[in-house]
């Protein structure tokens, strides 16, 4: 993700990969303690072994800590908590139990459009049906339940509906959904008996004042009887939030409620895979159990993590008041995660000179764009929007001044294109 | 797997993880030389952000000179190199691209009997259709071409046969193939039209004198055309050899003459995966460009490397022979790999007594030696054998001294159980 690495994780990493180095004064206790705690939950003592499919227990433990904490003491077993490389390999990992037909319909999973593409993909690839609901842009990307009625009324004539996939927060759109939101999606899945996939990897990542992350369990959980018996699956990822280890694969998914028979049919399914990386478990321990208070890291750590939010704090303000300050462009809020996804409006003549060539029209701005200054954004149909509408997303991730001087190309190009384009 | 790992492995992670350790002088010059050559191909020079999918370009190109390096010169190609996390990764991901039906019939996979579990549970996974040949005991479990024969005319029949797996050196089984049995399996795969999946995962643990690893690329290109021209798919791990990193989650496939149509399609689909964790990329990368005499950490490689093969293949032959010593086991030269899969002969009485536990005979030997000894084996049920033949796998990976412990409680409780089944 570019950004500077946590100490702490990173120092661990090195302990628990060569061992003599907890010896090293330079390092301290805790990060050894930590270290040395990972090593004994690993087989032989080494985190070349392989270790159980759904991870070592000290670390699911961990996780299972974070979430109690997290969700203000609701519990949390550590045997729901499977750990994975990865949120995308978590996701697949569940979403796969969903593949069998009944009375020859497909099965059929609700996504939100604009969508992350993971999803697409898997859906594709397991041969299921996907059934997208739009979000509302309106009401700065939240879920509106008649859409969401509409969409699976649409979806019940041809498929066998299973499942609903809510971001929050949001990617590519960047909302963090209402208590009150979250409260209407549970029972619109209750009613019409759907597994909520709720991928909440940017849980961390909140920057709207006002807004606040609250997960699918704690109010599910919170609702009472019968919501807090659904079956869930929450995921998480070590990618994001203030540590954006991407390329070390680590996450995890907390399942809750699931029928004891397809549980052990899930756990069977993962084992194939051996187990995930045991330096992304590792990570993952670091996340959910960083330095405490008091302990020798926890100084660099806080320091490091809070560096990190509000630096992304400030992007997330200056990207989309940057877009709404051009003629064109309107832009949500970027409440949380990681993403703007402004609209544009594009001028006729640009449709035209689109189709001329063969392109969608959004895939033209973005191609003319990179052409003409090397700013690289991902078109809205990448993502789906609503027809006739036009987007595209871009990231809060390049430093402070990088994002300035994008922002100011950008704006440069924009008016010069809607000229041309007159 | 239990082994100690191998300190330049094991460095080059710490200092991929932690970079300020690139600055200390305990570390030998070629691990900081390694650690900043990778870090070079990471973006931004972190392990922690996404690499391309198919891996960091400088360790596809290591990849590929260590194979060309391994087939006598033979080319290879570093974009048909492919990184994975695992074999296992890596063998689902080629496989997945045989998932289309043809006509209404299922596409088949030839698979041996015994095989090792991955296979049976992709094929299933995909909702493909496993076609079985049987390896020949008699001939240490080489591959019989009328056997073969027999496999896919009785699979033609309801399937649309499109590959066939060859795991060499074997597993469960541990023979080595000689030059002229692959130059059979290639010539059967060309007339049948079959795409090969060689895991040569155990490519570095030969042990028996006169036995000698030869790649299916070496063999195939060495044949000339057409049979240079087949599609092959050859699958590595750091999880064998000597180095038995399988929680580091590293491998690679090298996939050739791959229709570009579907080569592509097979980049796409694993970039819905983002990329393989990186740290089990690097270990790959010490694997295949290990140090090399002259540089500082050459001696210690050499002397771990050679330690661990030279115990392994003691091993080996300690097995097979204590096992053949026991009246009514009979087992294979262990050629290779890290397995022996002996036959043993079961008194009826003992048959009986499992049919009366509702077990299959071989898993109720071995939960009995379980419970009377703590010795654990595989039941030859959970691999696939010869019907009304019984089997099991074990390992030779435990040391000497424990290995040496087990096989007498083993030979006791053996001369027992025969003696109460008389």
């Known amino acids: 993700m570019g950004q500077v690495p946590i100490t702490f994780i990173r120092q661990v990493l090195a302990l628990i990969s060569y061992t003599p180095l907890l ?12 270290a040395r705690e990972i090593l004994a939950g690993c087989r032989g003592g080494s985190v070349g072994s392989y270790t159980d499919s759904p991870g070592i227990e000290i670390i ?56 992350y593409p993971l999803y697409s993909a898997t859906i594709a690839e397991f041969n299921m049906s996907l059934a997208g609901y739009y979000l509302n842009e309106e009401k700065n990307w939240g879920l509106d339940i008649k859409e969401l009625e509409r969409s699976i009324s ?6 066998n509906v299973r499942a609903i996939v809510i971001i929050n927060p949001g990617n590519p ?12 999606i549970i029972k619109f899945a209750y009613k019409e008996k759907l597994i909520i996939f709720a991928d909440e990897v940017y849980q961390d990542n ?9 997960s699918f369990k704690k109010v599910l959980t919170e609702l009472g009887e019968p919501y807090s018996k659904m079956e869930l699956a929450s995921f998480m990822s070590c990618s994001k939030g203030y540590m954006g280890e991407c390329g070390l694969r680590g996450g995890y998914a907390e399942v809750i409620n699931l029928c004891p028979n397809v549980k052990a049919m899930y756990l069977k399914s993962i084992s194939a895979m051996l187990c995930p990386t045991v330096l992304g478990q590792a990570v993952m321990d670091c996340v ?31 990207v989309a008041d940057t877009f709404n300050s051009i003629d064109g462009i309107s832009c949500n809020t970027v409440q949380g995660a990681m993403y703007a996804f402004p609209q544009i409006k594009l001028p006729a003549k640009a449709i035209e000179a689109a189709k001329a060539k063969g392109q969608a029209p959004d895939a033209y701005y973005a191609f003319e764009l990179l052409e003409r200054t090397g700013i690289c954004i991902v078109p809205g149909s990448g993502f789906g929007q609503k027809p006739g509408t036009y987007h595209f997303r871009t990231t809060i991730l390049p430093q402070t001044e990088k994002l300035r001087e994008m922002l100011e190309g950008f704006k440069k190009f924009h008016t010069e294109f809607v000229k041309e384009h007159q």
Chains 1, 2 share one sequence.
């Open 288 to 318: 959910v159990a960083p330095p405490k208070e008091g302990e020798p890291s926890y100084a660099t750590w806080k320091k490091e993590k809070d560096s990190v939010l509000k630096s992304l704090n400030e992007r997330a303000k200056l």
């Open 206 to 214: 909140v920057y709207a004042e006002g807004s606040k992350f609250h």
């Open 23 to 34: 010896d090293d004064p330079k390092f301290p206790e805790d990060v050894k303690k930590r």
């Open 60 to 115: 699911r433990k961990h996780v299972a800590e974070y979430i109690q904490r997290r969700d203000g003491g609701i519990p949390c077993d550590w045997q729901d908590v499977v750990l994975s490389a990865g949120a995308s390999d978590g996701i697949k990992a569940v979403m796969k139990l969903l593949i069998n037909e009944e009375g020859g319909k497909k099965p059929g999973v609700m996504v939100p459009i604009p969508q």
């Open 154 to 159: 649409e979806a019940k004539k041809t498929t």
């Open 173 to 184: 759109t960047g909302q963090v959904l209402s208590r009150e939101n979250i409260e209407e």
